[in-house]
Every structure is written in C-alpha cells, then in structure tokens.
C-alpha cells in the first residue's frame, strides 16, 4: 500500500496567510515525526504530494524549496520516518494540471513507480482540495482539520478524518 500526503497543514504548520519560504519557516506540526516512522513500517512508498503557487508567484525559487524539503528530509529520516518522493506544483492557475484537485502529480507518481495501485492508497490532506485529488484517483482519503475544523464529517469526499498525522498513524498501526 502506498501513502499520499500533502505537506503544508499536514506534515509542517501553515503560515497564516503566507507561505512557507525559508528553512527557517518550516515547522512540524505535532507529532509528525513520531508518526512517519510508523507510517514508514506500515506502507511501501510515503510519496508527498503539495501545490506551491509561491513558486509561479515568484516569491520562492525550486532550488529554495529544494533546500526546504532537504531539511525536512533530514529531520525525518534521523527519527527514523522516510518520505520516499516529493511532488510539487509550482503553478498559479487553479485550471493547471498538476495543482491539485487535478490528479497530475498522481499521474507522475505513477509514471516514476508503475506498480502503485491507486484503489490500494490513501491520501492524506487539509483540504476538500486534498480528498478531491484522492478520490480523483480512487484512492481512500484521510481528512486533518488543521486549518479547515469546520469541514462537515461525514462528508462524500472523505473517508476518514484523524486530529493529526499521529492519530491516523496510531490508528493504522
Ligand atoms: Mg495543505
């Protein structure tokens, strides 16, 4: 089984009305650090899936995000966890093909690892935005009400909704 996750309100903190632009921005939402090395034993790949319009907007450079998701790297892999491979869609309009809810970054997880199954994954998000991509696909979807607590549950679009990454990942375990 394969894992999906987007990143700002899942793995890192939003930055309220703003974006995430330097290493120094970038904070772990609580518990996630503990999660990703259960979430690490529990599925084959942990692929991350994020829109970055910060890019297109030219407030970020790809070579800044890199250097971001570098650290991000690294904190997790020396508690153990691993993200297996990071997509991201620098584009501004909503109509791009890779910006979620559309499924682009699906199709090219897919193109770099053939065997995923979509109907066997799970997408984890904060946004209707999230679970649209996921069910896009077929995957099951997971809902984290970091920034959105209002979201209805139940909800068509979402399978399940956990507090955190770590409550997912303790319930999955
Ligand atoms: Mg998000």
Request: a negative charge; proline letters at 6%; aromatic letters at 8%.
């Amino acid at each position: 089984m394969d894992l999906f996750l987007d990143r700002d309100g899942v793995i890192n903190d939003e930055v309220r009305d703003g974006y995430v632009l330097r290493p120094d921005m970038f904070h772990f939402s609580e518990g996630v650090l503990t999660a990703m090395p259960i979430l690490a034993r529990h599925f084959n790949r942990i692929i991350v899936v994020t829109n970055q319009r910060c890019i297109g907007r030219g407030l970020l450079t790809t070579a800044g995000l890199h250097e971001i998701h570098a650290q991000m790297l690294r904190t997790i892999t020396a508690h153990g966890g691993r993200i297996d491979q990071i997509y991201f869609c620098p584009d501004t309009n909503n109509d791009s093909p890779c910006r979620k809810p559309a499924i682009g970054m699906g199709l090219q997880a897919q193109r770099d690892f053939p065997d995923i199954l979509f109907h066997h994954a799970t997408m984890v998000g904060n946004t209707l935005g999230d679970m649209q991509f996921g069910k896009n696909l077929g995957m099951q979807t997971v809902f984290i009400p970091s920034t959105q607590p209002e979201t209805a549950f139940p909800h068509p679009l979402i399978d399940h909704r956990y507090q955190n990454l770590l409550q997912f990942a303790l319930a999955i375990q």
